[in-house]
């Protein structure tokens, strides 16, 4: 064992992530939307809108990962491209969006994409051959598509309470939060 050293990450797994309730007050709790895949993208991004730090520490973790999505890959996909455009939907700006979306599209319907098989995204992306990966995204799309209001509606709600949490905030530089953008429209 080495000391605990913390660290500024970007990213926590949900497997290993632990945060104070003043976030969930700050932020809202985890969009249950999601179901599996991505709902910790979510809540760390909005999270990091709000000045909050993700830290990483060095304490070994064993996690068996992709133990029950390996058995059951076609909706392991659905979930994961349908959970990754509706996190972009919620967080990022058109153009990301766009540029995000085009990657998926390539890594899980490209033959020719160059995929990391030891990265259980690339694996989820692409669990068949070009045709039914297709019709998965399509799958994905669609639901996006339908479920867009809701969406959006999501979105402005976590921006305003986002928002609401910056205004209280900002007169209290003891709050321990770092300094922060402003929330996307």
């Known amino acids: 064992w080495r000391p605990a050293q913390p660290q500024p990450a970007t990213h926590v797994g949900g497997c290993a992530m632990f945060m104070p309730a003043d976030v969930f007050r700050a932020i809202g709790l985890v969009d249950d939307a999601y179901f599996a895949y991505g709902e910790e993208d ?6 990091r809108r709000a000045g909050f730090a993700l830290t990483r520490v060095n304490v070994p973790l ?44 390539h890594i899980s319907c490209n033959p020719f994409a160059r995929i990391s098989r030891g990265f259980a995204y690339h694996r989820r992306l692409r669990p068949s051959n070009v045709l039914v990966n297709a019709g998965l995204l399509a799958y994905a799309l669609g639901w996006n598509l339908v479920h867009l209001p809701q969406t959006l509606a999501a979105r402005r709600r976590d921006n305003q309470a986002i ?5 209280t ?17």
């Not at 999505?69 to 076609?74: K, M, V």
């Not at 905030?169 to 429209?185: H, I, K």
């Open 42 to 47: 979510d809540l760390e991004a909005r999270a």
């Open 62 to 105: 064993w996690h068996y990962s992709e133990g029950s999505s390996e058995r059951i890959p076609w909706k392991a996909s659905i979930l994961t491209m349908r959970n990754r455009i509706r996190y972009l939907i919620k967080n990022e700006s058109l153009g990301v969006i766009l540029r995000q979306v085009a990657l998926v599209v």
């Open 163 to 167: 928002a609401s949490y910056l205004r």
């Open 169 to 185: 905030t900002a007169t209290a530089p003891e709050s321990g939060r770092l300094p922060t953008q402003a929330p996307p429209p």
